[in-house]
């Protein structure tokens, strides 16, 4: 499974316990229509099942499978990063499918603007439609977003499920030290990425989505909302702006997410991401954001533990 070719981009398929998915992944891949060569590099996470045994079974050249101890996603990403041989990272999940368009959309347009650190697209449903929660932010006529960390913090994470594809050497600087981000983590990686240049957009659907509820992140589940929380204050601290853009799109972010993140970590006696999520809140929220930290505990958490 590897081939002497040397790759110009890698796709990183993080995997736990989808035997029944990650081959659709993969030979959605292994279809694209592009004029470079390519790598895809599947990280089996543990799986407990036969994820690795129906990996070793597609015979391409361009599919290589490496193995760890279960981590999460970030920590799997991070290793299909490390291993990679491409000069840019493109990722997919487990459970999506890639249009055949996919990579050579992102690259020309990473091509046609190396003043950009990354590409990101429209993502769609499985039956091809657009994917109407993706909140996509303004950019200028030639699509480039020049303050990607803004419209992060304003519009979340509009890179639903990674559609992306990043020089390897801003995925490398973004990921340095980043394992410990369990949930949240493409969030965190767009952000930090974010602090290196800008983004350029793709109005194309590149990739369709299968939302599943044992996605290799959601495992971490009530995290989601904390560390979106922390990874959002700290990429703001790291980026040493001061301007009024940034600072109002954090407290937007902070008020949005810290009663439901603070609530839930109280449900869950998770003390001391309790702590540092009320920290966040009251350095950019209110006091009256406090009201929503009942709802949190009542109505989101406790009532829909299993």
Known sequence: MSTSIQPVISVVIPAYNREDVIERAIQSLLAQQCDVPFEVVVVNDGSTDHTAEVVRDITDPKLRLVNQENQGASAARIHGVTVSRGDYIAFLDSDDVAEPHYLQCLYEALVAHPECVMAYAKVGEMDGSWHQEQALPDTDPDGVLADPLTALL???????????MATKAAAKKAMQGRQHVLASNDFDFCLRVALQGPYVYVDRITICIDRRDDGIGKRF??????????????????????????????????????????????????????????????????????????????????????
Not at 154 to 164: A, D, H, R
Not at 261 to 279: D, E, I, P, T, Y
Request: aromatic residues 12%; charged residues 20%; hydrophobic residues 45%.
């Open 154 to 164: 304003q519009n979340g994470c509009f890179t639903i499920s990674m559609n992306l």
């Open 221 to 306: 589940g009530y995290r989601q909302v904390s560390f979106a929380v922390l990874v959002a204050s700290e990429a703001v601290k790291l980026s040493l702006r001061k301007d009024e853009a940034v600072k109002r799109a954090l407290t937007s972010r902070i008020r949005l997410l810290w009663p439901t993140a603070f609530g839930q970590c109280l449900a869950h006696k998770q003390w001391g991401f309790a702590w540092k999520v009320l920290m966040q809140g009251l350095k950019w929220g209110e006091l009256s954001d406090a009201k929503q930290v009942y709802w949190a505990v009542d109505h989101y958490v406790i009532k829909k533990q299993p």
